[in-house]
């Protein structure tokens, strides 16, 4: 079973930035469909972006140009940059996995198969 972790969540000013981190705690790799999602309260939890196991991209219009995924294979990391950051980015922000094709990156949260129990973003204006 895997479980993964997410860290550098916090609290910023619009226009700052945070780096989220995420990696699986035991035996795990994040060698798979990787995305991150968030879910603000009373608000259904919503993809953010996704990353397919060749590094392919996908990200949701209200994040594009702001937000970076990315993954370390060596360091066993999947990462989010969030740039330019405003109140309506917050939320709690969780990380998923899935095992899935070459060349797929995974939008819809119930093909994730793996979670993590999130870290909270606020934005503060």
């Known amino acids: 079973h895997v479980q993964l972790v997410e860290s550098g969540g916090g609290s910023v000013t619009a226009g700052g930035s945070l780096r989220l981190s995420c990696s699986p705690s035991g035996y795990g790799h994040i060698t798979k469909c990787m995305g991150w999602f968030r879910q603000a309260p009373g608000k259904e939890r919503v993809g953010v972006a996704g990353?397919?196991?060749?590094?392919?991209?996908k990200y949701a219009n209200s994040v594009k140009g702001r937000f970076i995924i990315s993954r370390d294979n060596v360091k066993n990391t999947l990462y989010l940059e969030m740039n330019s950051l405003k109140p309506e980015d917050t939320a709690m922000y969780y990380c998923?996995?899935?095992?899935?094709?070459?060349?797929?990156?995974?939008?819809?949260?119930?093909?994730?198969?793996?979670w993590g129990r999130g870290t909270q973003v606020t934005v503060s204006p």
């Open positions: 998923a996995a899935a095992v899935c094709a070459v060349g797929r990156v995974i939008a819809a949260a119930d093909e994730y198969h793996y």
């Open positions: 990353i397919g196991t060749d590094g392919t991209t």
